[in-house]
């Protein structure tokens, strides 16, 4: 079972520990959870799934979580490289500030980024010269999804970038590879795990996000309204079934994304040669 | 296709990597690149390459001028001293990897292309395994296979051993030679190992602080080297200082005999073998000297003797039969040596 000798002592003992810590602070309140909903039965779950407002905001929640993990991801890839392979000054600033959103409480960065993105923000009014409306719609909502993962995206990335050698690229490019041809055959099949594994965290943050948010959405069901914002409303009225039940849709869902994220992720560790 | 670097000159910074290098390169030679750390055998190899442009001077392929030309389009293999294989693709893909990126032939064809050289650097049982899976000889014939898929005009290999243990250097080094006398390509390798650059190397090239000092074959660099610096940089050798009295080099105002080599005459540094002096009794010496150490080689004796009064130190070496006892006096006698004016 234990695949290499290691520096922990006694595989029983720490298996053990690890079963009995995941089950108390994982398992425990998300089987309290599921108990919860199972008074609703599948059929309820199902209705609840079906109810047009519902839907709508599970499907805000999760589209825009993807594609926002999916801009995080590139633009992750990006910085990290800049952030590794080039010296400039204020670098150490920059490397810091990736961490910001992270730190952060999310309530600020909401009210951060509704007042930048406002129609009489900065930004906000930059854009409605355009036409274009940021805040109290999906691509505000986009916006701060993509502020919150950042952090991700880039520290997952970061290292590995540091530890591919440059002559990997330059041996590719003596064999008479375009940038372009490099960039597809070797960066990127070997960046491959760490962009999945920050695109997961990415896009499990910014399912979950609630804080920062609810400022810059607006909350119009059907256009700018979140599943959270939407379990926030049924608690509010009492509609604890209901709530619960929304709850038990975006865990399963998350749950699923997850796992196949982590199944790509071992497929392609495995072309690596069994890292 | 032979190869012209003329005036080359290469800066990082306020450092002159290359400072006006020139050497031809002719086709079908293996010429080794020699010289110590940081005299710019790696920049010289990568401005062949197109992986570094020169800052002045030119690089000839056959009669082109391919100074400007990118690396992609100069059709060169390049060997890594770490490899720098494509950790994720197999032997086989890595090695079919340059075939693939410039679409040569089919998929059957390319398959056959890698078997040749699978075959050919000996690695046919290991084509589906992944680089990890790997000793670092065998990842050194992965990645010189790679290198020679796409037929490259030069073949060009920075310390391409010199992360190998001494023993699988050897054998690498014999096969290399194997390989060159059957291929025939054009090869320039870069090596701090002067045993390697003077057993593999048609010609050797010594490079000194961004120049070039000597090129020449083996014999040219041992029996006549053209500067001090490649004197006792290839070799060891001890250097006297001495003066001239119009016939003889003298040290210390005491003039000897000695077989004089190369073209100086005049006062400068005298540059000794260790083979070339020979230890004779004190009383009929010109030169005398106090024996600091004794110890014992594979071969003979190695001593070091300090004659006169500075801090000069002369390598002698022995056979293991000879009597000479630290802190004894003992009269040197120079069978033959070398005399080059002080620089600058
Ligand atoms: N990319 C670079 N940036 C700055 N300086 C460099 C760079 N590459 C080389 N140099 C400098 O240029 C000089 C020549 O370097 P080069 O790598 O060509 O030496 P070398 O002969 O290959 O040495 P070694 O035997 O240690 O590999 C050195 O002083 C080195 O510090
Ligand atoms: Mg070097």
Redesign the pocket.
């Known amino acids: 079972m234990l695949k290499e000798p290691s520096a922990i002592p006694g595989f029983g003992l720490a298996f053990g520990y690890t079963l009995f810590y995941l089950g108390l602070i994982v398992l425990l309140p998300l089987s309290a959870l599921v108990l919860e909903a199972a008074g609703l039965g599948l059929d309820g779950i199902l209705r609840i799934a079906s109810e047009p407002r519902v839907y709508a905001a599970l499907r805000i929640s999760f589209g825009l979580a993807f594609a926002a993990a999916i801009i995080d991801s590139v633009f992750g890839l990006l910085i990290a490289w800049v952030l590794v392979r080039y010296s400039f000054p204020g670098r150490k600033v920059i490397d810091a500030a990736v961490d910001l959103p992270f730190a952060l409480p999310t309530a600020v960065a909401g009210i951060a980024l509704a007042t930048l993105y406002a129609p009489t923000g900065w930004l906000g009014g930059l854009f409605a010269a355009y036409g274009i409306k940021i805040a109290f719609t999906p691509l505000g909502i986009l916006i701060a999804l993509i502020f919150v993962g950042l952090p991700f995206t880039v520290r997952t990335v970061q290292p590995l970038v540091a530890e591919v050698d440059r002559e990997v690229e330059e041996a590719s490019a003596t064999l008479g590879a375009s940038r372009r041809q490099t960039l597809l055959r070797v960066i990127l099949p070997i960046f491959a795990p760490a962009i999945l594994t920050g695109f997961a965290l990415a896009f499990a943050r910014a399912v979950s996000e609630y804080g920062s948010v609810i400022f810059i959405a607006g909350n119009l069901p059907f256009v700018s309204e979140i599943a959270p914002q939407l379990i926030v409303i049924k608690l509010e009225e009492f509609d604890y079934r209901g709530a619960t039940g929304i709850a038990l849709i975006m865990l399963t869902l998350s749950f699923a994304i997850l796992l196949a994220i982590n199944l790509i992720q071992a497929w392609s560790r495995r072309r690596l040669g069994g890292v | 296709m032979d190869i012209r670097i003329v005036g080359v000159s290469?800066?990082?910074?306020r450092?002159?990597?290359?400072r006006g290098l020139d050497l031809e390169i002719s086709a079908g030679e293996l010429i080794a690149?020699l010289?110590?750390?940081?005299?710019?055998?790696?920049?010289?190899?990568?401005v062949i390459a197109g992986l570094?442009f020169p800052d002045t001077g030119q690089v000839y392929f056959g009669n082109e001028d391919a100074t400007g030309l990118a690396v992609q389009e100069r059709q060169i293999g390049f060997v890594f001293?770490h490899y720098a294989l494509f950790k994720h693709m197999t032997v086989f893909d890595n090695i079919a990897y340059g075939l693939r990126v410039r679409r040569r032939g089919t998929a059957t064809e390319i398959a056959a292309r890698v078997g040749e050289l699978l075959e050919l650097v000996q690695l046919t049982d290991f084509a589906a395994r992944h680089p990890r899976q790997l000793s670092g000889g065998q990842r050194q014939r992965v990645a010189l296979a790679r290198a020679l898929a796409v037929d490259p005009r030069v073949l060009l290999l920075?310390?391409p051993f010199g992360a190998l243990d001494a023993k699988i250097r050897r054998d690498l080094r014999r096969w290399l030679r194997e390989l060159h006398d059957r291929t025939g390509h054009t090869t320039v390798f870069?090596t701090?190992d002067q045993e390697e650059a003077i057993e593999l190397a048609d010609r050797v090239a010594i490079?000194n602080g961004?120049r070039i000092e000597q090129v020449g074959t083996a014999d040219d660099i041992y029996d006549r080297p053209a500067t001090a610096f490649v004197m006792s940089f290839v070799g060891d050798t001890s250097a006297i200082p001495v003066g001239f009295d119009g016939h003889r080099p003298s040290f210390e105002g005491r003039a000897f005999d000695t077989c004089l080599l190369g073209p100086h005459r005049g006062p400068g540094l005298f540059y000794v073998r260790p083979r070339d002096v020979e230890v004779t009794a004190p009383e009929a010496a010109a030169i005398t000297g106090k024996v600091r150490t004794v110890h014992r080689t594979a071969t003979g004796l190695r001593t070091q003797i300090s004659p006169g009064t500075t801090d000069t130190l002369i390598e002698i070496e022995l056979d293991s039969s000879a009597k000479v006892k630290a802190g004894s006096q003992v009269g040197l006698r120079f069978l033959r040596g070398r005399l080059f004016g002080v620089r600058g």
Do not use: I, M
């Not at chain 2, 010289?35 to 990568?46: A, D, F, V």
């Open positions: 290469k800066a990082f910074g450092t002159g990597a290359l690149l010289g110590p750390s940081g005299s710019g055998k790696t920049t010289l190899l990568r570094e001293q920075d310390e870069v701090h490079l961004g």
